[in-house]
């Protein structure tokens, strides 16, 4: 099985699972969805951007995900970009969360450190973790129909000049 394919279908499959009530609305409440949802800590890290290059970080024992502290305190005012990064960091830690708990759980960390490193060189796999992650927050935060939707509205009126990236991210992203 293509690799990307199961993982739309986990994220598809966890969304129906989660986002019900008022985690329905867009754009996600990742923090809810975190916190109220699925019962895991948000702990503020600080400097984690700095130290990890990442706003977000599962913990090693898949209990919690630290959060830059300044990106998570400043969370409600900052420009968008910002939030939309922080929230595709937290929706990327789930997609460990829910795709590499057990995978994790066998390699048994000493450390976050290790833990870390180990995220972002995990080797010999076909399918890298860190693209999985990405593949399932690309598909959490936006649901394949409003996507779908959104592609047709582009792609219509500009028939005969398809931008052919727009073409090539929406096949690369499962879209017809
Ligand atoms: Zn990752």
């Known amino acids: 099985m293509n690799g990307k394919e199961e993982v739309w279908d986990k994220a598809e499959a966890f ?35 700095a130290k990890y290059d990442s706003d977000a970080a ?20 900052g420009p968008v970009w910002k939030q939309n990064r922080l929230r595709f960091s ?49 598909r959490l935060l936006v649901p394949v129909e409003r996507l779908q939707q959104l592609y047709d509205e582009v792609r219509r009126p500009i028939r005969r000049a398809t931008p052919a990236l727009a073409l090539l991210r929406g096949r690369s992203v499962g879209l017809r």
């Open 90 to 138: 937290v929706a990327h830690e789930l997609g460990h969360y829910v795709l590499h708990r057990e995978v994790a759980a066998r390699a048994r960390f000493e450390s976050f450190d290790d833990f870390a490193r180990w995220t972002h060189s995990h080797g010999g796999q076909k399918y890298n973790l860190e693209q999985a992650a990405n593949e399932f927050a690309g």
């Open 15 to 49: 969304r129906r699972e989660h986002l019900v009530g008022g985690l329905q609305h867009l754009p996600v409440d990742v923090f809810s969805l975190t916190e109220l949802r699925l019962g895991l800590d948000v702990i503020p890290f600080d400097d984690l951007f």
């Open 58 to 77: 599962i913990t090693q024992d898949f209990t919690g995900i630290y959060v830059d502290t300044e990106a998570y305190v400043f969370w409600e005012k």
